[in-house]
């Protein structure tokens, strides 16, 4: 077995034939940093090449030790003081970020995400090219962006916008959080392992003789459970209200809707950036058409828009994290205010590329 120090955030070695990947950034729940992107892509693109090794599984440790967090997403924080100072990191992150991405929805060799504990942002940017998407009772699940003035990137325009009806458009905007097996309801994950059963499993991929990657596959997939459990929200609603054409009209149906479901999910919505709830309403029915490899580069397009402003105008995202994660006052100063106040060129702006088509940062993504 060939192994990395520990002190690293991300841990690459191989158990058996397996290339066996620990993200390990307990304190800060496995955000990923510039340096952990480039050490994931590293990694695989070295595993994609060598016959020794059969299949790639991905984990994340907790404070208390393996398994417990996958990954809350990209490091917020250093978003945060990157856009402030100007750093020119910030630009690579992104680009870099989504080129990972991609390389994991397209990786030759099956690839499984053990998604155990929190998976968010950059975390469903890791697992949900996974071709086993493998879940817990501790599983939590979200692209909880708005909340933070961003939108969900990483591929989020991409896969919320192949789930069912109109889910992916109530997810993206609401952010709402799949508790265990409701990811599978959603088509956010393929099966459910009680998350005691977890450290076996790891295990014994060192253990196991496998034939290929396909024997891996299996054999892993032979210990979930795939039955999806009756969604818990109304999806009839949640397609009538969000298959609406815009934010407003979303907002006035809620108020029409006599549920708890409704009042909440109102309530919701009113603390979210009003802009990037337009935005992102826009982003998930332009991704719906769009192949992986497009919708990233439109990803790119309007996450340099949330950093790279016109002068005077004001960034959700970095005010979003200021308030979440910066000054911790959950009390963010949203500009506009009100939904009502947006207009169609703030909205308009974000899907607008900054870069001619042969220049653009991910121009390579086939
Ligand atoms: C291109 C990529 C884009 C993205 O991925 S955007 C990011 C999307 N993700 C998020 O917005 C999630 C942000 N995090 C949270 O909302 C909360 O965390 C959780 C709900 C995930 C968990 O809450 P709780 O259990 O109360 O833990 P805690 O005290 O908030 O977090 C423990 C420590 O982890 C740090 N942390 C959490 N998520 C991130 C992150 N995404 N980037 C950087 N740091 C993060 C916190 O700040 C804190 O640290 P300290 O103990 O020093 O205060």
Same mark, same amino acid.
């Given at each position: 077995m060939t192994s990395i120090a520990s002190e690293t955030h991300v841990i690459a070695e191989l158990r058996g034939r397996v290339?066996?990947?620990?993200?390990?950034?307990?304190?800060?729940?496995?955000?990923?940093?510039?340096?952990? *992107?480039?050490?994931?892509?590293?990694?695989?693109?070295?595993?994609?090449?060598?016959?020794?090794?059969?299949?790639?599984?991905?984990?994340?440790?907790n404070k208390e030790g393996p398994f417990g967090s996958f990954c809350a997403g990209g490091d *917020?924080?250093?978003?945060?003081?990157? $856009?402030?100072?100007?750093? /020119?990191?910030? !630009? $690579?992150?992104?680009?870099?970020?989504?080129?990972?991405?991609?390389? *994991?929805?397209?990786?030759?060799?099956?690839?499984?995400?053990?998604?155990?504990?929190?998976?968010?942002?950059?975390?469903?940017?890791?697992?949900?090219?996974?071709?086993?998407?493998?879940?817990? !009772?501790r599983s939590k699940l979200a692209m909880p962006e708005t909340n933070i003035g961003l939108f969900p990137d990483v591929g989020g325009g991409y896969f919320l916008s192949r789930c069912a009806g109109r889910l992916g458009e109530y997810l993206a905007l609401t952010g709402r959080v799949l508790v265990g097996r409701e990811a599978i309801t959603a088509g956010l994950a393929d099966g459910f392992i009680d998350s005691s059963r977890l450290p076996g499993l790891w295990n014994s991929l060192e253990r196991t003789p496998f034939e290929n990657g396909a024997s891996v596959e299996r054999w892993c997939a032979s210990h979930l459970n795939t039955v999806a459990p009756?969604?818990?929200?109304?999806?009839?609603e949640v397609d009538r209200i969000f298959g609406l054409p815009d934010v407003p009209q979303i907002m006035t149906a809620l108020a029409a809707t006599d549920s708890d479901w409704?009042? /909440?999910?109102?309530?919701?919505?009113?603390?979210?950036?009003?802009?990037?709830?337009?935005?992102?309403?826009?982003? *998930?029915?332009? $991704?719906?058409?769009?192949?992986?490899?497009?919708?990233?580069?439109?990803?790119?397009?309007?996450?340099?828009?949330?950093?790279?402003?016109?002068?005077?105008?004001?960034?959700?995202?970095? !005010?979003?994290?200021?308030?979440?994660?910066?000054?911790?006052?959950h009390a963010p100063r949203w500009n506009p205010a009100r939904i009502e106040d947006v207009i169609p060129a703030q909205v308009a702006a974000f899907f607008e590329s900054p870069w001619a088509a042969d220049a653009h940062p991910l121009r390579h993504l086939g």
């Open positions: 290339g066996c990947i620990t993200l390990n950034r307990p304190k800060a729940l496995n955000a990923l940093s510039l340096d952990m *992107i480039r050490s994931l892509t590293q990694t695989l693109q070295a595993w994609k090449d060598d016959d020794s090794v059969l299949a790639v599984a991905i984990r994340g440790v *917020i924080r250093f978003f945060h003081q990157a $856009a402030l100072a100007g750093d /020119e990191a910030l !630009e $690579a992150f992104f680009t870099e970020e989504y080129a990972l991405n991609h390389l *994991i929805h397209t990786y030759p060799k099956p690839y499984i995400a053990l998604m155990d504990g929190i998976v968010m942002g950059g975390g469903m940017g890791i697992s949900q090219g996974a071709s086993l998407r493998i879940i817990t !009772e009756p969604a818990p929200w109304p999806s009839k409704a009042r /909440e999910t109102a309530a919701t919505l009113r603390q979210r950036s009003p802009l990037m709830l337009h935005v992102v309403l826009e982003q *998930i029915r332009r $991704a719906r058409v769009m192949g992986l490899a497009e919708d990233l580069r439109m990803e790119r397009d309007m996450v340099h828009r949330c950093f790279h402003l016109c002068p005077g105008a004001d960034s959700e995202t970095v !005010e979003g994290i200021r308030a979440l994660a910066v000054d911790k006052d």
